[in-house]
């Protein structure tokens, strides 16, 4: 490689190395000059700074009400699930309760008014549990037999069984109608005067609590689902939390980016290496911020630039050199060329030149064989 090439690279590295410094240092210097304005000053970039910065802690608030959001959309929907699942534990609760509170009724004589409808249906089915249960404990109890009897005394046991559950739920069923029935009466009215007692208030205590509690939890839920519905809704039309915050983070990026370019000019101005740019109110206001701990750092931006400026210039010169030397080759080639179509034009002038005298040749044979004629 030719040494100029191989300096231009190394002058080019240091460039860069150069630059990125001085960006940095800039940068910096000039975010602090920023940070000492104290007045609204008049100038354009000061504005523009004010309302970037104003953009930045816009744009930081919004992340912040928007991942807040999101938080209280994934805690609304684990209370919601939790809620609705302790409301279906209490349901099953309050069945179970309702129907204990149906078979105390049917049990206790002094409800056989009320539970005179459902009396020969509980006896029924009472009497049909009973005697599944009678016959499966005899089958149960049965020994002997070979093995087919085995089998068949276990069909047979099976079959018991699934008469037994049907008729168990029916009863159950049965317990719970009247419970539920009982709870619905119109006023609280009570069939038995003085109101209930024993097993049956116990109950009756119970599933007041629980319909209490279900009522309360029903009313959270509606407000809970309430509000998440509006949050959604929120995120229906701005975009998910999560492309949200992605925005609102390139956008401070992007901020961001015109902020270090503002901050690279001012500092730039500050250290004296664009004074034929700014106007001398400018530089005036600029002398007010700068102080004497500056010195150090505008002392390095100017050796930096002026690194890049030499740089440059160097950079120019020998590539102005490399231009030189392939213009001169490019001389050598055309004047190659020349002489070589020189040499060609010669040689087809003699041609020519051959070609001329054989014409005349010939025109004199044409006038010796016309004397013939």
Wanted: include cysteine; charged fraction near 35%; glycine fraction near 6%.
């Amino acid at each position: 490689m030719d040494d100029r090439k191989k300096r231009i690279d190394e002058l080019e590295k240091l460039k860069r190395e150069s630059r990125f410094s001085l960006d940095s240092l800039l940068e910096g210097f000039g975010e602090n000059l920023y940070g000492r304005i104290e007045d609204s000053a008049e100038f354009e970039d000061v504005l523009k700074y004010n309302t970037l910065q104003k953009d930045i802690a816009d744009s930081t608030a919004a992340i912040f009400t928007v991942e807040e959001q999101e938080r209280r959309f994934k805690e609304l929907e684990d209370t919601i699930k939790l809620k609705e699942q302790e409301e279906k534990e209490r349901g099953k609760e309050l069945t179970e309760v309702l129907g204990k509170l149906g078979k105390a009724m049917l049990a206790n004589e002094a409800y056989n008014e009320f539970t005179s409808v459902f009396k020969e249906q509980a006896d029924a089915l009472a009497t049909r549990v009973g005697s599944l249960e009678n016959r499966i404990s005899e089958l149960e109890n049965k020994n002997g037999g070979n093995v087919f009897s085995w089998i068949g005394k276990s069909a047979h046991g099976l079959v018991l069984k699934t008469f037994l559950s049907k008729a168990q739920e029916s009863q159950e069923q049965l317990y719970r109608s009247v419970g539920e029935r009982y709870k619905r009466q119109d006023g609280g009215a009570q069939p038995v005067a003085g109101g209930e007692d024993g097993e049956v208030a116990i109950y009756c205590e119970e599933i007041e609590k629980l319909r209490g509690v279900s009522d309360a939890t029903a009313d959270e839920l509606s407000k809970l689902r309430d509000e998440k519905r509006i949050l959604s809704a929120s995120f229906g039309v701005e975009g998910s939390p999560q492309k949200q915050v992605q925005a609102l983070k390139n956008r401070i990026a992007s901020v961001k980016d015109d902020l270090r370019s503002l901050y690279r000019n001012f500092g730039a101005q500050a250290a004296g290496i664009m004074d034929a740019e700014i106007s001398p109110q400018r530089k005036y206001f600029i002398d007010t911020l700068v102080t004497a701990e500056d010195g150090e750092n505008i002392g390095r931006a100017v050796k930096l630039n002026q690194s890049i400026v030499n740089s440059e210039k160097e950079i120019a010169k020998l590539q102005a050199s490399l231009s030189i030397d392939e213009e001169n080759v490019k001389i050598e080639k055309y004047r190659k060329q020349i002489d070589e179509k020189r040499g060609r034009i010669t040689d087809l002038e003699k041609s020519i030149a051959d070609i001329g005298e054989s014409i005349k040749d010939s025109e004199a044979y044409i006038k010796e064989l016309q004397k013939m004629l």
